[in-house]
């Protein structure tokens, strides 16, 4: 996972089936209806490197096997995940109260949602952040803060409680983006990438979630700022700014937004060429809203 994660498809956000299947959790008390040719995305966006971007000062050490245990889970390539998840595992088991944990955790946050497993990454990350109060790491605030309103469905509890979670998150994240300074061992290069991919994943975030809420102008203005950032463009990014724009009555920005995202290949790539044709007919014979 240097650079980017390798995804697996497993969280082909098939979770997005009911974001787009029930009307009532999209968007309370939105009178629109999800289109009927909507589908689940086949994709996911991949995750910010693995490099925590923490400032929180570390504790002296605790022993030097722990010091060994915690070299030897760093020593082992990302790319072997298996491996490396058995060994954080290990870690936190062996070591239930290590100054490591936000590292291990920080780790499972990014491997849980590669693996598409929401709730595991969502309390990997709860954990790794009540352990960092005065620097939570924005990657993971992030990470979890998008990943929650496109998981949710319509047996979601407490769905409002969970979209709060969500934007306070990505907001979170976005605030600590702004002011956080380059890592001594990090290039300036490295460093943008790094904050843009992740600025990506929040503004993401607070786009779906006022998706979800109905509130499409601001779902368009954060969802447009998701894809300038992104280096590897999100399909459901598009999609969502595509029926966002839509039921603003901004059908030719609906039609430019859908047409990218069908240019991506993706399961996608047919439910939005049909959402472009859709906007287009729908420019042809109803008045556009002006921004």
Known sequence: MNGHNR?????????LVALFGAAAVVAQGTPQQTPATTQAPADKPAAPQVTPLTLESTPPPVSAEEEAAIKAFRDVKNADEAKKDQMADDFLQKYPQSRYRPEIYNWQVKSFYGKGQVDKMEAAGDKELELLPNSPDPQTLAIVGSTLPRAMNASTPDPQKRLTKA?????????????????????????????????AFAYSGLGVVAFRRGKYADAITNLEKSVKLDTQPDPVNYYLLGLSNQRASHFDDAVAAYTKCAAIPSGMQSTCTQGAEEAKKLAATQLSAPK
């Open 167 to 199: 934007e306070q998150y990505c907001q979170k994240s976005l605030d600590i983006l702004t002011t956080m300074p380059k890592p001594a061992d990090m290039t300036d290069e490295v460093f943008q990438r790094m904050k843009d991919q992740t600025s």
């Open 7 to 15: 995804l697996n498809g497993k969280l082909t956000l098939a979770l």
